[in-house]
């Protein structure tokens, strides 16, 4: 796979999280706390709770309980922190993104229905296909970049079932490619918004 390249710096430092911050205010009290004691801190990851719903992927923060995602981004930029946030490369049915992901042919063919985390009817992307590794860029990733967010936590690229079809061969042949190159995608367009010092 070549060299990996040099993590930024902040990376190296200490990264704060927990299952999971429910609001953005607790996100930010706890910002405050970090530094009202003096506690080095480079990272606040935002694991699986920043959606309507915990675990249901779809790319949105919840207007409700992250009501100004940008807002909270500028003002833990201020005080030092990286932001990261959770997400996984299944799109959930019945999502917004999920529809445009069948009709552009985005995602990979499962057999029988796939259930992410015991709950949810989801098929990962077909990253093998560069179409649909620009669609999740594009559409799906740059605009949480945008806004704010540092990092994106690839999770999930493990967990492929052997009959799942994708452009580039099934899941069994794809085991050990597939996190690759979700990986690579997340890579890429993190260093296209923020810079390759930054990825």
Same mark, same amino acid.
């Given at each position: 796979? !070549?060299?990996?390249?040099?993590?930024?710096?902040? =990376?190296?430092? %200490?990264?704060? =999280? $927990?299952?999971?911050?429910? %609001?953005?205010?607790?996100?930010?009290?706890?910002?405050? *706390?970090?530094?009202?004691?003096?506690?080095?801190?480079?990272?606040?990851? #935002?694991?699986? $709770? @920043?959606?309507?719903?915990?675990? $249901?992927?779809? @790319?949105?923060?919840?207007?409700?309980?992250?009501? *100004?995602?940008?807002?909270?981004? $500028?003002?833990?930029?201020?005080?030092?922190?990286?932001?990261?946030?959770?997400?996984?490369?299944?799109?959930?049915? !019945?999502?917004?993104?999920?529809?445009?992901?069948?009709?552009?042919?985005?995602?990979?063919?499962?057999?029988?229905?796939? #259930?992410?985390?015991?709950?949810?009817?989801?098929?990962? #992307?077909?990253? &093998?296909?560069?179409?649909?590794?620009?669609?999740?860029?594009?559409?799906?990733?740059?605009?949480?970049?945008?806004?704010? #967010?540092?990092?994106?936590? %690839?999770?999930?690229? +493990? !967990?492929? /079932?052997?009959?799942?079809?994708?452009?580039?061969?099934?899941? /069994?042949?794809?085991?050990?490619?597939?996190?690759?190159?979700? +990986?690579?995608?997340?890579?890429?367009? %993190?260093?296209?918004?923020?810079? +390759?010092?930054? &990825?």
């Amino acid at each position: 796979t !070549g060299k990996a390249p040099v993590l930024p710096k902040f =990376s190296f430092g %200490t990264w704060i =999280s $927990r299952m999971a911050y429910q %609001t953005q205010q607790e996100v930010m009290e706890v910002a405050k *706390t970090l530094r009202e004691n003096k506690f080095p801190a480079d990272v606040i990851h #935002i694991d699986d $709770r @920043w959606f309507t719903e915990g675990w $249901r992927c779809d @790319w949105q923060f919840d207007p409700e309980t992250f009501p *100004t995602p940008e807002e909270m981004c $500028r003002q833990l930029h201020e005080q030092g922190f990286r932001v990261s946030i959770w997400q996984e490369p299944y799109v959930l049915k !019945g999502t917004a993104p999920w529809k445009e992901a069948r009709r552009g042919e985005f995602l990979a063919r499962v057999k029988s229905p796939f #259930i992410f985390v015991g709950q949810f009817e989801a098929a990962p #992307i077909d990253f &093998t296909k560069p179409e649909a590794a620009r669609w999740y860029q594009q559409q799906l990733i740059k605009p949480l970049l945008e806004m704010g #967010i540092d990092v994106i936590k %690839t999770d999930f690229g +493990e !967990g492929l /079932h052997p009959d799942m079809q994708f452009a580039g061969g099934s899941g /069994h042949a794809l085991h050990n490619v597939y996190p690759l190159l979700y +990986e690579k995608a997340a890579y890429e367009i %993190t260093a296209e918004v923020h810079g +390759e010092e930054n &990825t």
